[in-house]
């Protein structure tokens, strides 16, 4: 097979990063069909950061605050957040998020995530979840991690209910998706309600 010299792989790199700031050193050595080692050295001469660096980056950049609920309730780390529009949460699947005999992650985690996201991004004191539509497409599995992105498909104005679509990633390959109704304030019960319908394959 055909090396590509450094200059041209380079750009590539520099380019899958822009698009996706997420993507982990294995995964580039895949793309780029190169080793982790020349990746690692490539990152270097171009002065990019490793991933947990970026995303410290772009935890650090000023994104709207989170209105609707604590930020210590939001399931993962926010990365971005434009209230009524859309946000990015990042979730790392450790060990206490899986089965022990498979590792495999609980459904309920990455349902989590998507489900908390999809309250935060929301531009209200008060936002609960009145159903959700939902289909996990692959497991998420030990080590990997879970980028989450919602986006607001209806905001429901002031009172009402808002649509929000959220897509979970690993890597490029997705492994949930949700569209959810969200409850905005006025009018809402104590209680959470709604249903959930659950698609598995």
Same mark, same amino acid.
């Given at each position: 097979?055909?090396?590509?010299?450094?200059?041209?792989?380079?750009?590539?790199?520099?380019?899958?990063?822009?698009?996706?700031?997420?993507?982990?050193?294995?995964?580039?050595?895949?793309?780029?069909?190169?080793?982790?080692?020349?990746?690692?050295?490539?990152?270097?001469?171009?002065?990019?950061?490793?991933?947990?660096?970026?995303?410290?980056?772009?935890?650090? +950049? &000023?994104?709207?605050?989170? !209105?609707?609920?604590?930020?210590? %309730? =939001?399931?993962?780390?926010?990365?971005?957040?434009?209230?009524?529009?859309?946000?990015?949460?990042?979730?790392?699947?450790?060990?206490?998020?899986?089965?022990?005999?498979?590792?495999?992650?609980?459904?309920?985690?990455?349902?989590?995530?998507?489900?908390?996201?999809?309250?935060?991004?929301?531009?209200?004191?008060?936002?609960?979840?009145?159903?959700?539509?939902?289909?996990?497409?692959?497991?998420?599995?030990?080590?990997?991690?879970?980028?989450?992105?919602?986006?607001? +498909? &209806?905001?429901?104005?002031? !009172?009402?209910?808002?649509?929000? %679509? =959220?897509?979970?990633?690993?890597?490029?390959?997705?492994?949930?998706?949700?569209?959810?109704?969200?409850?905005?304030?006025?009018?809402?019960?104590?209680?959470?309600?709604?249903?959930?319908?659950?698609?598995?394959?």
């Amino acid at each position: 097979m055909e090396r590509v010299p450094k200059r041209q792989r380079h750009q590539q790199l520099s380019k899958l990063l822009e698009e996706n700031p997420f993507l982990t050193d294995r995964e580039l050595t895949r793309l780029l069909k190169v080793s982790i080692q020349t990746i690692r050295l490539d990152r270097l001469e171009l002065a990019i950061p490793e991933l947990r660096e970026r995303l410290k980056m772009m935890a650090e +950049r &000023s994104y709207d605050p989170v !209105k609707s609920l604590p930020l210590h %309730e =939001v399931i993962g780390d926010i990365v971005d957040l434009q209230l009524d529009k859309s946000g990015i949460s990042i979730f790392e699947i450790t060990g206490e998020h899986v089965f022990s005999r498979s590792g495999i992650a609980r459904g309920h985690h990455v349902f989590a995530q998507a489900n908390s996201l999809a309250v935060a991004v929301i531009n209200d004191e008060i936002a609960l979840t009145s159903s959700a539509d939902i289909r996990f497409v692959r497991p998420a599995r030990l080590g990997e991690k879970c980028i989450a992105k919602a986006y607001v +498909r &209806s905001s429901g104005g002031q !009172k009402g209910k808002a649509k929000v %679509e =959220v897509f979970t990633y690993v890597g490029e390959e997705m492994v949930f998706q949700g569209n959810f109704v969200i409850y905005r304030s006025a009018g809402v019960s104590e209680h959470e309600g709604g249903e959930i319908r659950e698609n598995r394959h």
